[in-house]
């Protein structure tokens, strides 16, 4: 990954410069030199954004005492665990 840096006016005059680099990585685009925006390809910005959650987020959550979930009894049957 590639980290590209442009002032807004070169942003302004070569956008396409902008797209292509924002393929290899993040552009920053900086106004009077301070960075003020970034520019990401939409496949980094969705990669960025996925919700990740973990079970245990999930079942603290307040709703979760109002979830019915209907766990089906198991048809197998068990087998001897062979220890040798």
């Given at each position: ?5 442009l ?78």
């Amino acid at each position: 990954m590639s980290i590209t840096s442009l002032t807004s006016r070169e942003f302004n005059q070569d956008t396409g410069r902008a797209k292509k680099s924002a393929e290899k990585g993040p552009v920053f685009i900086t106004d009077r030199g301070r960075v003020a925006y970034v520019l990401l390809s939409i496949a980094e910005y969705r990669h960025l954004t996925e919700v990740r959650r973990k079970i245990a987020d999930l079942l603290a959550m307040p709703e979760a005492g109002e979830v019915e979930l209907e766990i089906p009894r198991s048809r197998d049957v068990p087998r001897i665990a062979d220890l040798s």
